[in-house]
């Protein structure tokens, strides 16, 4: 038992970076005998003087050398990142100095640094303004993080960090069989409400369109609005529900889109959806003064009751931690079912987001994989969980924690759906063809445009896209 019991701090160690003094004071506050403890470090030592010592250092980083660590400071905060660089990296690297920024519109700050050849060593490319992804792959920017997903993993004893990750949730990274980019939070993205004010209403969250308005109506008389949403940022309704709804009522529909097939915006399916989400506009359903709106800002007037429905991501309560009113028991619903669907109400576009780079030109390659090893271990990723009420994409980190409605109605989503999840892909493919839909989706839903312009004016722009020889084209299937 002993024996074990010394193994287990052995490895407790690693993690920790544990002094001599340090191991021997934690073995004895865990009432082991000095003398075994030494013999263990003796023959730890012995071993890592070994050519097995890479297995400690599986990615060949250098101890002493800088960190540069760059993190999008939005929804999901900074505070696990700031783990990681503290409590997981400094411990195993205590001569490595950290460099370290939490920032938001990471392009317009970090663009500069890529053009100069001194870019971060790590980055989470994430939130509004982030760096142009492709743009990166495409002029080879980005480093190959193949050899990481091969590494062993940090704390999931006899697996290599790939095997440690969710199925699937990796793909979206592969350009050209080079694993460019990897995703780390399971996001859903649907329709958020309150359950207490629904139950102390007598409503019930609606399965179809059909209902859905129905609903509103009722919702509209009683002196709430029914939606609220941002006016700032239309990629809100464009990416969570146009998107999501197209997705459903035919995926083939929304993967000609991908794809940029000819056509694909006019198609008869876009249009049914257009004239599904104007009824939002024809009836006054959202909250007035909208327009105007961050996206905080109209999750702020959702927490204080002016509205009841609102479009957001899985990161919504910790992005609005602190403003959340006790008893809100905020949960997360897929989008109501039109009248046709091929997918059933209970799809909902789940997957993986938030996404680290290593930029091919730091620095510090090695260590910007390395503290993505930290990161994409089952330590970091609890962390995550704990601190955001968020899933990371590693197998098992939260099990077992209780971590509220919103934490429970994701994983519920997730299980509901089954197979039947999805993400658009021509919004990180195409960043042009994303600005204009998300441009004229928040046109639309002001009434200053009708369906047929929206339809052609993205229509223009996937075909001028389809046709620069410039931008680099991605297909997928279903």
């Known amino acids: ?19 001599r003094r340090q191991f021997l004071e934690r073995g004895a506050v865990l009432g082991l005998s000095v003398p075994a403890l030494s013999v263990a470090l003796t023959k730890t030592a012995a071993a890592q003087s070994s050519p097995a ?37 400094a411990a195993l690297y205590p001569d490595a100095e950290i460099t370290y920024a939490g920032i938001q519109r990471l392009g317009e700050q970090l663009q500069p640094r890529f053009v100069s050849g001194d870019p971060p060593d790590v980055i989470d490319n994430s939130g509004a303004g982030n760096l142009d992804t492709a743009a990166l792959v495409a002029e080879g920017q980005l480093a190959d993080l193949t050899d990481l997903l091969n590494a062993p993993s940090y704390d999931v004893e006899g697996m290599t960090v790939g095997e440690s990750l969710l199925t699937g949730t990796q793909e979206t990274g592969k350009f050209d069989e080079q694993q460019l980019y990897l995703n780390y939070v399971v996001s859903v993205t649907g329709i958020w409400y309150s359950q207490t004010f629904m139950e102390n209403n007598g409503y019930t969250y609606p399965k179809t369109w059909s209902e859905m308005m ?27 529900v146009f998107d999501q709804m197209l997705w459903k009522l035919n995926p083939q529909a929304l993967v000609n889109i991908d794809n940029l097939a000819d056509g694909a915006w006019k198609q008869p399916e876009v249009e049914t959806v257009l004239e599904a989400l104007y009824q939002l506009v024809e009836n006054e359903y959202i909250l ?33 931690a602190g403003l959340i009113p006790e008893d809100f028991n905020m949960v997360v619903a897929p989008t109501p079912s039109l009248e046709g669907d091929q997918v059933p109400f209970e799809g909902i576009f789940a997957g993986a987001g938030e996404v680290f780079i290593v930029p091919s030109q730091g620095k510090n390659v090695a260590g910007g994989k390395e503290w993505l090893r930290l990161l994409f271990s089952k330590e970091a990723s609890r962390k995550f969980a704990e601190l955001t009420k968020s899933l990371t994409v590693v197998q098992g980190s939260a099990d077992g924690l209780d971590l509220g409605t919103a934490f429970a109605s994701v994983q519920n989503a997730i299980d509901a759906a089954g197979d039947n999840t999805f993400q658009a892909r021509y919004s990180g493919w195409y960043p042009d063809l994303q600005e204009e839909a998300k441009n ?9 445009m009708t369906i047929q312009e929206f339809m052609d004016n993205v229509q223009d722009v996937a075909d001028q896209t389809k046709e620069d020889d410039s931008i680099p084209k991605y297909e997928r299937s279903l």
């Not at 609903?215 to 990416?239: C, D, F, H, R």
């Open 1 to 19: 038992m002993s024996e074990k019991r010394i193994q287990q701090l052995i490895r407790e160690a690693k993690r920790h970076g544990y002094t």
């Open 288 to 320: 007035p003064g909208w327009e105007g709106l961050t996206h905080t800002e109209s999750q702020a007037e959702w927490l204080q009751g002016r509205a009841a429905f609102l479009p957001c991501g899985s990161w919504l309560e910790n992005e609005m």
């Open 214 to 240: 129905d609903l509103s109506a009722e919702i509209k008389g009683s002196g709430v609005s029914p939606w609220a949403t941002t006016g700032v940022y239309p990629q809100y309704m464009k990416n969570f």
């Open 53 to 89: 010592a890479g297995a400690t250092n599986p990615l060949g980083v250098d101890p002493s050398a800088p960190l540069d660590v760059v993190i999008f400071k939005g929804g999901y905060g900074d505070d696990y990142a700031q783990y990681v660089n503290n409590e997981m990296y």
């Open 440 to 448: 004229d989706m928040g046109a639309l839903l002001q009434g200053q």
